[in-house]
């Protein structure tokens, strides 16, 4: 035997042992992204954004941001989880899509919001409340291409319909009004903009000068529509749609956003000009990517204050 043949002899089990590492090692790393999913959190954070004697004595006005359920027939420990919230006394539901992820799943997402949908509530959709996941190429997200819709209905007229049926309002192209304890609300919001779905046209201008808290709603958080509503005034923007990062580093450093924000305000409150703007890590994921690192599902819970004169 040659030495190059002594060498192949040597080295060939060692690439075989080296494949099989690999393998578990994906197999592994795949199944603890997999379990994250069931690993909600609460994510807790205070903001004063009031005028002072607008609360009335009380300490806050509580609102529950949740966002991208993403809701599949079966999936209880969500259910349960979101249910739950309800303990949380808030006084304000705001919800901003992507509820589904099946054709069968209205029913699902009517269970998990349940009580919610007891309390005062706002929403708008993202495209897959109206339209079913497809598998995608991975490599899409990681060179920003944006991926063309299926186009297989949902059945999201039935769950408006619901929300509707519970008092929340649909805040989609509108400017809505109300009053929640003593706090005057000025909401708008505009339909998905991650695919253009969005007409600011419809609900542009100032929000009412009387209100004591202006609200923005939008699926996506793209910079175009954040800008228009921060240019009228408005205090706070909730939206979803980036999942956090979802596939992300340690210490949740995002690696994409999947939409025109940028990787350091892909989760939680940050400043965009002179509004607050809050993104949802989310609590679901698409049925084709059931993973999630260093990103856990969550909904937050935004404590909002009065400022001090």
């Known amino acids: 035997m040659n030495e190059t043949a002594k060498v192949t002899k040597r080295i060939l089990p060692l690439a075989g042992l080296t494949g099989i ?8 790393l795949a199944a603890w992204g ?3 999913l069931r690993k909600f959190e609460l994510k807790d954070i205070t903001v004063p954004l009031l005028p002072p004697g607008a609360l009335r004595g009380k300490p806050e006005f509580r609102l529950l941001h949740i966002s991208d359920l993403h809701m599949i027939p079966g999936q209880d420990t969500k259910t349960a989880w979101v249910s ?3 303990s949380l006394s808030p006084d304000l539901v705001v919800n901003t899509g992507d509820n589904l992820s099946d054709e069968r ?3 699902d997402v009517l269970r998990a919001l349940g009580p919610l949908l007891n309390r ?4 708008v959709f993202g495209t897959n409340d109206y339209w079913g996941p497809q598998l995608v190429n991975p490599f899409s997200y990681l060179l920003k291409l944006r991926r063309t819709p299926s186009y297989i209905d949902l059945p999201w007229r039935d769950m408006r319909a619901a929300f509707i049926e519970r008092g929340w309002h649909d805040a989609t192209h509108k400017r809505v009004e109300f009053q929640v304890g003593g706090v005057r609300i000025a909401a708008a919001g505009v339909d998905d903009p991650h695919h253009n779905l969005d007409d600011y046209s419809l609900i542009e201008g100032p929000p009412n000068p009387d209100s004591n808290l202006s609200l923005a709603l939008l699926h996506s958080p793209e910079p175009r529509v954040l800008s228009r509503f921060a240019e009228d ?3 706070l923007s909730l939206s979803g749609h980036t999942h956090g990062g979802q596939l992300c580093l340690p210490g949740s450093r995002a690696i994409v956003t999947n939409c025109g924000i ?11 000009g002179p509004m607050k703007m809050h993104v949802s890590n989310g609590l679901g994921t698409s049925r084709y990517v059931p993973f999630r690192f260093f990103c856990r599902p969550s909904a937050t819970l935004l ?3 009065e400022t001090t004169a």
């Open 21 to 28: 590492g690999a393998l578990a090692a994906t197999a592994g």
């Open 34 to 36: 997999n379990s994250e």
């Open 84 to 86: 739950a919230l309800d």
């Open 105 to 107: 799943a209205v029913p």
């Open 120 to 123: 005062p509530g706002i929403f």
């Open 233 to 235: 005034g408005y205090q």
């Open 262 to 272: 940028d990787r350091a305000r892909v989760q939680g409150l940050h400043d965009f």
């Open 303 to 305: 404590r909002i204050t």
